[in-house]
């Protein structure tokens, strides 16, 4: 996948006066300039307000290392607890594991710029965040719907589960969440980079897709349909199938008699239906919204929360909502705890 990126790397300097130094208004006088080629790219990021770009590193990187450790976690006791070998936890060990791609493909960067004064990124950087970012996240719309589709045979078809949610179809589903995703970000990156920009000053602070195509010369037709169709492909259909599939879970829980029964069903739903709450809605609010003049701004601020809090809330919840993942934690724990008291001894 990179070697078909950096098969669009265009590496020629138009101008020899285009220094890192420039500052940003000046980097604005650029953009009427008719250059449609750029080996390299300025992030306006939060620049129009210093003062808060200090407050938004310490957030963004505490954000970004919660993200980091919680993620990881959850892949380390899904790998190792015998009792998290079902369907269910290796969804949830893709899901940790886009989180970090997802999250490492823009924080760094925007923790760099946040700090620097020369918030500059070169195209090959710009191409492969763009790809990563959008193929994590469009993986994670069709993860999201496979894990609804897995809680619905759970608790609807509980008799069944085993045969219908064996290994090898629970591996099929997560391979093509990951190809659909993977592939469609392909797509949208490939003619996006083929676009000839006037201008090479992003405002924002990551190569997001919508951003950049704000740079383009001409209107394209192609790319705004392609964009339109995986837009609806990824985003209002699979959110249709997760509420298709919770309908039927939410009939099914209501004939449940018992009231520790009922409690059990809402327990192992409600986790996932609060992460599809918060991706789903971060993500129609950023690219399903109409246009308006302050439209840029919130997207940044939606971008940041959608990229950031996102990921590190999916296994706080996961963990404050589920047992046997509270359980595994302790058991890891525990041995951690005794391995380091037996090596102090």
Known sequence: MNITLYSFLYVLRLNEGNSTGRNIDERKKMQGENFTIWSIFFLEGFSQYPGLEVVLFVFSLVMYLTTLLGNSTLILITILDSRLKTPMYLFLGNLSFMDICYTSASVPTLLVNLLSSQKTII????????????????????LLAVMAYDRYVAICNPLRYSIIMNRCVCARMATVSWVTGCLTALLETSFALQIPLCGNLIDHFTCEILAVLKLACTSSLLMNTIMLVVSILLLPIPMLLVCISYIFILSTILRITSAEGRNKAFSTCGAHLTVVILYYGAALSMYLKPSSSNAQKIDKIISL???????????????????????????????????????HL
């Open 123 to 142: 195209f090959s950087g710009c191409a492969v965040q763009m790809y990563l970012s959008l193929a994590m996240g469009s993986t994670e719309c069709v």
């Open 305 to 343: 929360l959608y990229g950031v809090l996102t990921p590190m809330l999916n296994p706080i919840i996961y963990s404050l909502r589920n047992k046997e993942v509270k359980d595994a934690m302790k058991k890891l724990l525990g041995k951690i705890t005794l391995h380091q008291t037996h090596e």
